[in-house]
């Protein structure tokens, strides 16, 4: 049912920071939620000893009516565990025809998608690319340079998240660090 009271609203990002004006919410993955997402556990151990941030999703007012979008800025911290970089944990979403759009903002990265059969697609991020991602595609983004990935992103309401296909399977590609930049690699664990 559409809410007929919904209004109009107006955000000011910053674009460096990814914070938005209105954030109402702001959802901070710290590496102790997302430990067994890096292949070097040893790594990880180590890292856990100060637990830095991974990234954070700034969320503001989100509309009520079923038909709505729902808007986030992502900020991905630079930094890598092992030969890998930070990452989001990544996600399908529950309404498998739902698809999201992706603004980078600043920084540097990858988009790394998937379906279910395991068909891939790696994508650059970078100040003014869009990307979109269909519905039936898992995504994951991944900050590859030495600076906050920051980007925008809009989804519909009714889309839902599966985190869960993703804590059990993984991506079938890996974005490791390499010497010149990085690297798109076959996950160990799809071979």
């Not at 729902?70 to 630079?78: F, K, L, N, R």
């Not at 983004?141 to 990935?149: F, I, M």
């Amino acid at each position: 049912m559409i809410d007929k009271f919904a209004l109009p609203q107006l955000a000011q990002i910053n674009l460096a920071t990814g914070v938005i004006s209105v954030a109402e919410q702001v959802i901070i993955r710290k590496l102790s939620d997302m430990p067994a997402y890096y292949q070097d556990q040893s790594a990880v151990r180590e890292l856990l000893k100060t637990d830095p941030i991974i990234y954070s999703v700034y969320m503001p007012k989100q509309p009520s009516e079923v038909t709505g979008m729902y808007t986030a800025t992502s900020v991905i911290e630079p930094g890598q565990i092992g030969n890998e970089f930070y990452m989001t944990k990544g996600h399908f979403h529950l309404d498998e025809s739902a698809p999201e759009v992706y603004l980078t903002l600043s920084g540097e990265g990858l988009l790394v998608m998937q379906t279910h059969s395991g068909q891939s697609q790696v994508q650059d991020m970078k100040p003014g690319t869009v990307s979109y991602i269909p519905g039936d595609w898992a995504h994951r983004t991944v900050n590859a340079g030495k600076t906050p990935l920051v980007f925008f992103a809009i989804w519909p309401v009714d889309a839902g998240h599966d985190y869960d296909s993703i804590d059990d399977m993984g991506f079938n590609r890996l974005v490791l660090v390499g010497d010149d930049g990085p690297h798109i690699v076959v996950n160990p664990h799809f071979e």
